[in-house]
């Protein structure tokens, strides 16, 4: 079966294709969206934020939260996805690898660095923005971790270790995605290498929502809002989690403008959400008069249906994994991380999928084929 980290390493190759263009979500704005839960207000003190990327999932949701903030936000990247942020936002081009002349003789208050997999782009832009800057935020990934067998393991717990051949700091792309974990760990030191104790590292577990291209949870609002009997991984106990992007967003913002440095696990719910909790919250949030069917995993494996990718969000249990998803927020949520109701998650996510050009809806990058689906319900309620 396909392991969770597999799959991660191949979506984090993939990128956005598709732009968000903030309109249309249900009849409402991206504006909306943002300030409809919570009183946005504004921040007691105007930063001067540097995002790299800023383009991608979760880098739209993080300027407009912390333009509504009161912030001044400039966003460097290679200019090649099409997306509406606020007209206030400065856009510096250049090229991680290879061209940061944009950056130079400029300062900010906070870096955030959104996109980077491989530690050279830490060195590259942490050579140049060390004195630039006073605060460095690092999206990293709990994908990190060596050791997914402790449930509740913390920041604390040991990190994976490059083990490739090649110097991780002449890695491509391509040749760094088999290698997802140890070397998003790599930069995280990388990092607190050029911003000795001001370098915030935050690790998210599967981010979700609106804009992402992945489909590794808009699977489930699409397959359950079609109806009929669905098929569903494991038991409804198996825990999962996952963060809504916009969730991760502001308080990314928030640690911004309150200098909180250290690392901290970033995913949700404060306590892990059984799947069927989470798929029967899907259908009661979108309306939907689907049936599930459990298949256990012991099943789905004989029959080829892949965990996490063609099952997503949920993993196989093992004695390797079965902590993967029962990861510790409680320093996070020390900290102000919240969460919006999980029924506006799933409404939104699908709205936002539906709105998508009709190939794209037809082609979905993460969920089991529904010829398969028709065949392994079949054989599972034949055998």
């Given at each position: 079966m396909?392991?969770r980290?597999?799959?991660m390493r191949s979506a ?9 263009r903030?309109?249309?979500?249900m009849?409402e704005?991206?504006d909306?969206?943002l ?13 001067r934020?540097l995002?790299l990327?800023?383009t ?7 300027v407009?939260?912390?333009?509504s ?18 007209a206030?936002?400065e ?7 290879d061209?940061?002349k ?5 300062e900010?208050d ?7 997999m491989?530690p050279?782009w ?18 990293s ?12 393991m913390?920041e604390?717990t040991?990190?994976?270790e490059?083990?490739g ?15 997802y974990?140890a070397?998003k760990?790599l930069?995280?030191?990388?990092a607190?290498?050029?911003f000795?104790g001001?370098?915030t590292?935050?690790?998210p577990g ?7 291209e992945?489909?590794r ?11 009929g ?18 969730d991760l967003?502001?308080w ?11 690392i ?6 404060e ?10 919250g899907i259908?009661a949030?979108?309306g939907?008069?689907a ?5 256990p995993?012991?099943f ?6 892949r965990g996490?990718?063609?099952?997503p ?5 093992s004695d390797?994994?079965r902590?993967?998803m029962?990861?510790?927020v409680?320093?996070?949520?020390s900290?102000?991380?919240t969460y919006r109701?999980f029924?506006?998650?799933a409404?939104d ?5 539906k709105?998508?050009p009709?190939?794209r809806?037809a082609?979905?990058r993460?969920?089991?084929d529904?010829?398969?689906e028709?065949r392994?319900?079949?054989?599972w309620?034949?055998?």
């Amino acid at each position: 079966m396909t392991t969770r980290r597999e799959f991660m390493r191949s979506a984090a190759m993939g990128g956005a294709a598709v732009a968000f263009r903030g309109t249309n979500l249900m009849g409402e704005t991206l504006d909306a969206r943002l300030g409809r839960l919570r009183d946005v207000g504004r921040s007691p003190r105007a930063l001067r934020l540097l995002i790299l990327g800023g383009t991608g999932f979760t880098g739209p949701f993080q300027v407009q939260y912390a333009v509504s903030r009161g912030h001044t936000v400039t966003v460097f990247n290679r200019g090649q996805r099409q997306v509406d942020l606020p007209a206030a936002v400065e856009h510096l081009i250049g090229d991680r690898n290879d061209n940061l002349k944009a950056l130079e003789g400029r300062e900010w208050d906070v870096v955030i660095d959104n996109p980077t997999m491989l530690p050279n782009w830490v060195r590259l832009s942490g050579e140049l923005l060390q004195n630039a800057a006073k605060q460095y935020i690092f999206i990293s990934t709990i994908s990190v971790y060596a050791d997914n067998s402790r449930v509740g393991m913390d920041e604390s717990t040991p990190l994976l270790e490059y083990t490739g051949e090649k110097d991780p700091y002449t890695l491509t792309l391509q040749e760094g995605g088999p290698h997802y974990g140890a070397i998003k760990a790599l930069s995280e030191r990388e990092a607190e290498r050029w911003f000795p104790g001001r370098t915030t590292v935050i690790r998210p577990g599967l981010i979700v929502g609106p804009r992402d291209e992945t489909d590794r949870f808009n699977y489930w609002p699409v397959r359950i809002d079609r109806g009929g009997e669905v098929l569903a991984p494991g038991t409804p106990a198996d825990f999962t989690q996952i963060i809504d992007a916009r969730d991760l967003a502001e308080w990314t913002i928030r640690m911004a403008e309150n200098g909180e440095t250290g690392i901290y696990n970033a995913t949700g719910p404060e306590q892990p959400r059984p799947i069927g909790e989470m798929l029967n919250g899907i259908k009661a949030a979108i309306g939907s008069n689907a049936t599930l069917t459990w298949v256990p995993q012991e099943f789905l494996q004989e029959h080829q249906v892949r965990g996490w990718s063609e099952m997503p969000v949920w993993v196989p249990l093992s004695d390797e994994n079965r902590a993967f998803m029962q990861v510790s927020v409680a320093k996070a949520m020390s900290k102000g991380l919240t969460y919006r109701p999980f029924d506006l998650t799933a409404r939104d996510t699908l709205a936002w999928c539906k709105s998508r050009p009709a190939e794209r809806q037809a082609n979905m990058r993460a969920g089991i084929d529904p010829e398969k689906e028709r065949r392994v319900l079949a054989a599972w309620h034949a055998r």
